[in-house]
């Protein structure tokens, strides 16, 4: 967890497609970009701000989401989700999130991602599904 740094900044690129829509997903009766896309676009550039520069042993897992869809995007159109790392607190990495695409902004928050151990991350895993048998 050495190397990170607030500043950095990760992004994540896509045309829409039919798959990307609300109307695909359920999430809506529309054929526009869809918001849990847009959310999973802007985690996905977040893991490409930190994720590489972490140590052996460690990744992060989204912790919680902040964010706004505020405009609709067409079949077609491009989008691009950045994500800058502005805040570090032990092991919580605050992100600024946004999305736009080729007319404007679409979405904006903030995503919270904490950085775990692996192996201590499935050991606790292990012992959920042993608990439930």
């Known amino acids: 967890m050495g190397e990170l740094k607030t500043g950095l900044m990760g992004?994540?690129?896509l045309v829409v497609e039919e798959r990307h829509t609300a109307a695909h997903l359920g999430s809506g009766g529309v054929p526009v970009y869809a918001t849990p896309m847009m959310v999973l676009a802007m985690e996905e550039a977040a893991l490409g701000a930190v994720d590489r520069l972490l140590g052996p042993g460690e990744a992060t897992v989204g912790y919680s989401l902040d964010?706004?869809?505020?405009?609709?995007?067409?079949?077609?159109?491009?989008?691009?989700?950045?994500?800058?790392?502005?805040?570090?607190?032990?092991?919580m990495l605050t992100f600024r999130v946004e999305a736009r695409d080729d007319a404007?902004?679409?979405?904006?928050?903030?995503?919270?991602?904490?950085?775990?151990?692996?192996?201590?991350?499935?050991?606790?895993?292990?012992?959920?599904?042993?608990?439930?048998q």
């Open 11 to 13: 992004r994540k690129e």
């Open 67 to 91: 964010v706004k869809h505020l405009a609709a995007t067409p079949l077609g159109m491009r989008v691009v989700a950045t994500a800058e790392l502005v805040a570090i607190e032990g092991r």
């Open 104 to 132: 404007e902004l679409i979405g904006e928050g903030t995503h919270v991602r904490a950085v775990i151990d692996t192996e201590r991350f499935k050991a606790k895993l292990e012992k959920k599904i042993a608990a439930r």
